[in-house]
């Protein structure tokens, strides 16, 4: 008997700043091409969702993050058959670098920083517009307009970190 497809486990990582931003990249190469997404990745066997938050994050960017607090998660049902439970961490910067670099270029091809106020403002103009079926002209990967579908309340989640 074939074993049950299950839902794979991501961790995305919303590194912030004291002034409300986050940094954000465009996916490439793989499902949500296109799309903006914060860095993350896939849950390792045996590791915390800080470990693996601190893990990607370094992977990706080349940078060091400390103070990594679990936020929240979303249920995420991709249209290309694909399942994902998206835990939700917040960081900052502790090391020295503090500009992100684009280490796998190939899945992203660069990271800059963007208000978490226009990041939600995307994700509400993306869900509403797919609710209308139009189209966005910035398109967010959509574990994070399931963040801004599942959880309003966290429009200002960032204020006072």
Sequence with gaps: ???PERPKIG???IIHDSAGNIIMGERAGSHGAGTMQCPGGHLEYGESFAETAAREVLE???LEVGNITFLTATNDVFGEGK???TVYVTCVITGEERVP???EPHKCAKWEWVPWSQMWAWAGEQARA??????VQKKMFL???NLW?????????LVGR
């Design 149 to 157: 579908r599942t959880y309003p309340e966290l429009e200002n989640c």
């Design 101 to 103: 670099r684009p280490m």
């Design 130 to 135: 797919e609710d209308e079926g139009r189209e």
């Design 83 to 85: 399942h994902y439970v």
């Design 11 to 13: 961790v995305g990582v």
């Design 60 to 62: 990706e960017t080349g």
């Design 143 to 145: 574990p994070l307009v």
């Design 1 to 3: 008997m074939a074993t």
